[in-house]
């Protein structure tokens, strides 16, 4: 059974920085590439960044590129979201997420529907 477990969230003041991690095991991790989404109150859930099954390539929302930055180690089969320069609307739960099928292409997922496992989340708040 596929497992992811977020880690790192936290509070934070405006323009300081949290490094999320995803711990994942169940199956051969750098089989598939994997996606960081988040949801505000009262906000569909939306993708933030993805990430190619090696690493190279990557995908962000208008709203955070430049910010942040993903990354894996499929070494120590985690991935991981580097947070720059925070602001209070970055505000959310943060969900890791892995497709089903180690054939779907990091550019094709694009919405929750497209993955099949997911964290718990991790929550991060940012103050104003």
């Known amino acids: 059974q596929v497992q992811l477990v977020e880690s790192g969230g936290g509070l934070v003041q405006a323009g300081g920085s949290l490094r999320l991690s995803c711990a994942a095991s169940g199956r051969t991790f750098s089989s598939y590439a994997m996606g960081w989404f988040r949801q505000a109150p009262g906000k569909e859930r939306e993708l933030i960044a993805a990430?190619?099954?090696?690493?190279?390539?990557?995908y962000y929302a208008d709203s955070v590129k430049g910010r942040f930055t993903i990354s894996r180690d499929n070494a120590k089969n985690t991935m991981y979201l580097q947070m720059n320069s925070l602001k209070p609307e970055d505000t959310a739960v943060y969900y890791c997420?892995?497709?089903?099928?180690?054939?779907?292409?990091?550019?094709?997922?694009?919405?929750?529907?497209?993955?099949?496992?997911w964290g718990q989340g991790t929550q991060v708040t940012v103050s104003s």
């Open positions: 997420a892995a497709p089903q099928f180690a054939s779907s292409a990091y550019i094709t997922l694009r919405f929750p529907r497209d993955y099949a496992y």
């Open positions: 990430v190619s099954r090696g690493g190279v390539r990557t």
